[in-house]
């Protein structure tokens, strides 16, 4: 983000530079107040110069800024939520999941171990895990 911010800053000011540097002059009759010419071109040099340099910098910043994140854990992010959300959507698993294994571990249907779950019925493991060898042959 710092060096987006930086290179969109000093492509501004570059840019700022060479088109303030040549930009139209004054005539004597327009002018009200001493310096009035440079007071408009520090102005107008500092509004172009400022919001283009933070345009690019922002744009830069935020695409260097999320392929940075995606590359060191953003991407477990979203394949986390994107999967929640196909289960969801296919009706298979509830949205909250967290809220569902506590319901059944008040239930007793299951017992929290750690950070994870275990059935507590030894005939209903048994049956799961009969399944699920069945499923790998």
Same mark, same amino acid.
């Given at each position: 983000?710092?060096?987006?911010?930086?290179?969109?800053?000093?492509?501004?000011?570059?840019?700022?530079?060479?088109?303030?540097?040549?930009?139209?002059?004054? =005539?004597?009759?327009?002018?009200?107040?001493?310096?009035?010419?440079?007071?408009?071109?520090? $102005?107008?040099? =500092?509004?172009?110069?400022?919001?283009?340099?933070?345009?690019?910098?922002?744009?830069?910043?935020?695409?260097?800024?999320?392929?940075?994140?995606?590359?060191?854990?953003?991407?477990?992010?979203?394949? !986390?939520?994107?999967? $929640?959300?196909?289960? !969801? $959507?296919?009706?298979?698993?509830?949205?909250?999941?967290?809220?569902?294994? +506590? !319901?059944?571990?008040?239930?007793?249907?299951?017992?929290?171990?750690?950070?994870?779950?275990?059935?507590? !019925?030894?005939?209903?493991?048994? $049956?799961?895990?009969?399944?699920?060898?069945?499923? +790998?042959?």
């Amino acid at each position: 983000l710092i060096f987006g911010l930086i290179f969109g800053l000093s492509v501004g000011l570059i840019f700022g530079l060479i088109f303030g540097l040549s930009g139209s002059e004054m =005539l004597i009759e327009d002018k009200k107040v001493p310096n009035q010419g440079i007071w408009l071109s520090l $102005r107008s040099g =500092l509004i172009f110069g400022l919001s283009f340099g933070l345009s690019v910098g922002l744009i830069f910043g935020l695409i260097f800024g999320l392929s940075v994140g995606l590359s060191v854990g953003l991407d477990a992010v979203i394949q !986390h939520v994107s999967l $929640r959300f196909v289960l !969801h $959507r296919a009706g298979v698993a509830p949205w909250n999941y967290a809220c569902f294994l +506590e !319901h059944a571990e008040n239930h007793r249907f299951i017992q929290r171990v750690g950070g994870r779950y275990r059935f507590v !019925h030894d005939l209903l493991r048994t $049956r799961f895990a009969e399944r699920y060898q069945a499923l +790998e042959r």
